[in-house]
């Protein structure tokens, strides 16, 4: 599908020394843990040729997180590494070894992948989630035999009410969202998603991409994702530094806010069909990552994620709002006014090869992908 309406320059910043900053990496051993979980394989990595030609570079990949570890996104990768090192450091601290009681907040995916984490431990699962949260959405939470309550608020209302919960006895808060004293979980779970970026080196390689992609494009909410990735490829201390864009809804954009002002800042959400986007606060220890390794934000209307939804449809690519998110917002950057401006920026030509994540299916677009 071809987008001919016209664009006027859109939500943008970009910060042109990222590629030379460093950090240091993820542990090497947590695609090892995942290896060795049942039922685990690396997601697809399609290749789109269309798309490049339509987009003026010389290739495009999809990261097709649709079906990871049995669940529609790819936030099982984060969930099943933070609790593993959260149970381990319990049982090793008090010698507790009965059920924990996990709690967390979510928009959808990441607290279902808790509870079907807690449910195949041994363990038990609370989860919160906000006002808007689809039925479909606390049902499919509640099927992984959780205990669900429903917050008459925000994500940041429900993800409060879940840190009070967790104060009681032999319970435990597995969080994707950090803030100062609550740091070590998120953590943890941002450690997780390593495993997304090291298989997409050896599927680069695989396909004669061994130098890697020249721009990966990152759905954003609070940050958790995309802190991964700049952990990933900011952590190498030499060799090729890809450009890395963060994607925001234009309802919830606090990442691309924060980075306008060079400070963290909360912003008032609107709705939005990328629900799991929909955060107004960046995480507190993802924000140096992404003030430090991010080249570029855009911010993009929920109409752009729909027609990048149908367009990876016609691809074969199953991809839900949040998901394609990445697609809308490399279409905005490299197309419309100071396109050409933007493409440069971000060191783009016709021999670039390009990495979308998408983070979530069709089938989980009724959950969302809850603050990547």
Avoid at 188 to 211: H, K, M, R
Avoid at 333 to 349: K, P, Q, S, Y
Wanted: hydrophobic share 40%; net charge negative; charged share 20%.
């Amino acid at each position: 599908m071809s987008d001919n309406v016209p664009r006027r320059t859109p939500p943008w910043s970009v910060r042109p020394r990222a590629r030379t900053w460093r950090c240091g990496p993820a542990p090497a051993e947590v695609r090892g843990f995942h290896a060795a979980l049942p039922g685990y394989s690396s997601t697809p990595l399609t290749e789109l040729p269309s798309l490049a030609s339509e987009l003026g570079v010389g290739r495009v990949f999809v990261k097709d997180e649709s079906c990871r570890l049995g669940l529609p996104a790819f936030k099982a990768l984060g969930a099943t590494w933070a609790v593993h090192r959260t149970l381990a450091e319990r049982a090793e601290s008090s010698g507790e070894a009965g059920p924990a009681v996990l709690v967390t907040a979510t928009d959808g995916n990441h607290g279902r992948a808790v509870a079907r984490t807690a449910h195949l431990l041994g363990q038990h699962a609370h989860v919160f989630v906000p006002r808007g949260v689809q039925p479909r959405a606390v049902a499919a939470i509640a099927a992984e035999k959780a205990e669900v309550t429903e917050v008459p608020g925000s994500y940041d209302d429900a993800v409060r009410r879940a840190a009070e919960a967790a104060a009681a006895p032999d319970a435990v808060l597995v969080q994707d969202t950090a803030w100062p004293g609550y740091e070590r979980i998120p953590g943890w779970i941002v450690e997780g998603y390593s495993t997304l970026c090291a298989e997409i080196d050896a599927q680069l390689a695989a396909e004669g991409a061994a130098d890697g992609p020249d721009l990966v494009s990152i759905p954003v909410g609070v940050g958790s994702l995309a802190q991964a990735v700049v952990t990933h490829y900011r952590s190498r201390p030499s060799g090729h530094a890809p450009a890395l864009l963060s994607v925001e809804p234009q309802a919830a954009a606090c990442v691309l806010e924060s980075l306008t002002r060079g400070e963290p800042v909360t912003v008032t959400c609107g709705d939005t069909t990328m629900a799991g986007l929909n955060c107004g606060t960046p995480s507190s220890i993802a924000w140096p990552y992404l003030r430090g390794g991010l080249d570029a934000a855009v911010a993009v209307p929920d109409i752009d994620s729909a027609r990048a939804v149908v367009r990876l449809a016609a691809l074969g690519v199953s991809s839900g709002p949040c998901g394609a998110a990445a697609l809308a917002g490399l279409r905005t950057v490299l197309t419309g006014a100071g396109g050409e401006e933007r493409r440069t920026a971000l060191g783009l030509d016709a021999t670039s090869v390009v990495v979308l994540l998408s983070t979530e299916g069709r089938d989980a677009a009724p959950y969302s992908v809850a603050d990547h």
